[in-house]
């Protein structure tokens, strides 16, 4: 701190500090002998960052957005949420999805009636700050890359590309076996099959009933019960069941829902009303990923609501199978029996739990970091929204996780040494000094190689061959040399210089890329330099 002494006559002297003006009488900094101190500094040591609000956010629950840059894949520090009250800083309850700002999410908190307005940084405001509470983030600045905060949105709400349908009403006649209801619709996302067992249930099964299934009550003006739903359960292995469980199996494609045969499970009641009701909602496919701000209309009116916007991209969807991919995942399935043994077998199933993942190369005896550790098995997967949905490969990891945890060792599982990443994506990017023999190439050649260079460094369709690149294989500058080499028109390439960015920032030793287990090449930014050679 610097101590300043005013050898001029002034009636006011003014000091900014944290967006706060400070104002100092001239004639009393001049009795003063011992000078005064421009830089005021804040009284929290610790990392802090303070929202502020016009009005005070009470009520609730109040979401609010954070956008992340990306997904870090280690815990973060533990953050302290507190507001502003008549009587200082009280802690504020939070449900923080971003986990301490590792990841973008939704924080969801309950304003308190006790918030107080005050003058802080510059501003008067209903003031929430969220501090370092360990101070952690000093320590881990050497250590690891820190999150980069993109965005912060009131108002918001997680939504998914689907569209819920109008419930659908059949009936079934007594005993019938194996009742097929077809419904209107095809790409079911997700469905309910209420069963009405009015006519069948004894008052003292309710009880039971009631521990096992959801049940809904239908009363007649009088409050006398006339119907029972119960909700009965989806299952894909509709023949191994016994005569009392209440199941069904669903063709989500073809949009139909078939019915036990009395023997392997029971036969909905029968009635002269229909006695079944599906209620049901329809996937887009792949049509539902949308990019920022292309969401900007409800199809209803709600109210409170004047306007929508989608600050983050919707990701996910995916189209119907083929048949070629379905004849190889059953292939695949045949080999592996749903149970995770070789490397190759979590690399089929990964696939299986999620049809958005282009490519999976499992490694055992590795951690997370890539280091050699035994007993630990990291599978890396590369998603088919990799370069715009980096950020969301949580919902990713989180769907793996819960697919393969009853199909690989408990042991790996419960002891946390089963570890799903994404690839250490590294962004290659080059100068390239070469030579034409005319003029007229100059523009054609030029964009020649930035397109080649294109190709040639997708991760999933570039290479010589149009394969893609191998999760652990990053190529050089002598690579890239031979692969501009075929362009028509160019005379000579001088040099290729080659620069490795991670996460487009920190830059790579060129010798330690190709060490690197999980590494995937990105496109990156090029200079071309093209000359005209003279005859």
């Known amino acids: 701190m610097s101590t300043y002494r005013i050898p001029f006559r002034r009636s006011f002297f003014f000091a900014v500090n944290n967006l706060d003006t400070l104002r100092f009488p001239a004639y009393g900094l001049q009795r003063n002998e011992q000078g005064f101190y421009p830089l005021v500094g804040r009284k929290e040591d610790v990392t802090t960052l ?26 973060m520090p533990l953050l302290q949420f507190e507001y502003s009250s008549g009587r200082g800083w009280n802690t504020l309850n939070v449900i923080d999805e971003t986990e301490n700002f590792r990841k973008t999410g939704i924080l969801t908190m309950r304003g308190n009636p006790d918030f107080a307005r005050q003058r802080l940084l510059g501003r008067e405001r209903y ?93 007649t003006p009088d409050g006398e019960v006339e119907a029972i739903w119960v909700e009965w359960q989806e299952t894909s292995q509709l023949g191994q069941g016994d005569a009392s469980d209440r199941c069904y199996e669903v063709d989500r494609i073809e949009g139909t829902v078939r019915f036990p045969n009395g023997r392997n499970g029971r036969i909905p009641t029968s009635d002269r009303t229909a006695t079944i009701c599906i209620e049901y909602s329809c996937g887009g496919g792949s049509i539902g990923n949308l990019p920022k701000h292309s969401i900007q209309r409800l199809n209803r009116s709600i109210g409170f609501i004047s306007e929508a916007d989608n600050y983050e991209i919707t990701t996910g969807g995916c189209d119907q199978e083929q048949v070629q991919e379905a004849l190889l995942r059953n292939a695949e399935a045949i080999r592996h029996g749903y149970r995770a043994v070789t490397v190759s077998d979590y690399e089929a199933l990964a696939k299986e739990a999620d049809r958005n ?149 920190v830059e790579v030793d060129l010798d330690k890329a190709n060490q690197r287990v999980y590494a995937l090449p990105l496109n990156g930014s090029h200079e071309i330099i093209v000359k005209v050679r003279n005859n």
């Open 127 to 219: 003031w929430i700050r969220i501090t370092d509470a360990n101070n952690e983030y000093y320590q881990l600045r050497e250590k690891c890359h820190l999150q980069n905060l993109e965005g912060i949105y009131m108002n918001t709400t997680q939504i998914s590309a689907v569209e819920t349908q109008e419930p659908e009403w059949f009936f079934i006649s007594p005993n019938e076996e194996n009742k097929e209801c077809q419904l209107r619709n095809r790409q079911i996302y997700g469905i309910r099959v209420w069963v009405n067992e009015y006519r069948s249930l004894h008052r003292d099964e309710l009880p039971a009933l009631e521990k096992e299934h959801t049940i809904r009550y239908e009363h």
């Open 50 to 75: 303070y929202l502020g609000f016009e009005q005070p956010p009470l009520g609730g629950p109040i979401k609010i957005l954070f956008s992340m840059e990306e997904n870090l894949p280690t815990p």
């Open 357 to 505: 993942i282009l490519r999976t190369k499992c490694f055992s005896n590795r951690n997370a970091l890539g280091q050699r550790e035994y007993g630990h098995v990291t599978l890396v997967v590369l998603q088919k929204d990799y370069e715009n949905g980096r950020k969301y490969f949580d919902s990713v990891r989180g769907q793996i996780m819960e697919y393969m945890k009853d199909r690989m060792s408990t042991h790996l599982f419960r002891q946390n040494r089963f570890h799903i990443i994404e690839p250490d994506f590294l962004e290659l990017s080059t100068t390239v000094t070469l030579q034409v023999t005319e003029y007229n190439q100059v523009f054609e050649v030029r964009s020649a190689v930035l397109e080649r260079l294109k190709s040639f460094l997708n991760p999933v369709m570039g290479n010589y061959d149009r394969s893609g690149w191998e999760i652990g294989s990053v190529p050089n500058a002598t690579q890239i040399l031979n692969a501009l080499k075929e362009i028509p028109g160019i005379h000579y390439i001088e040099s290729v210089r080659l620069t490795v960015y991670q996460r487009g920032k």
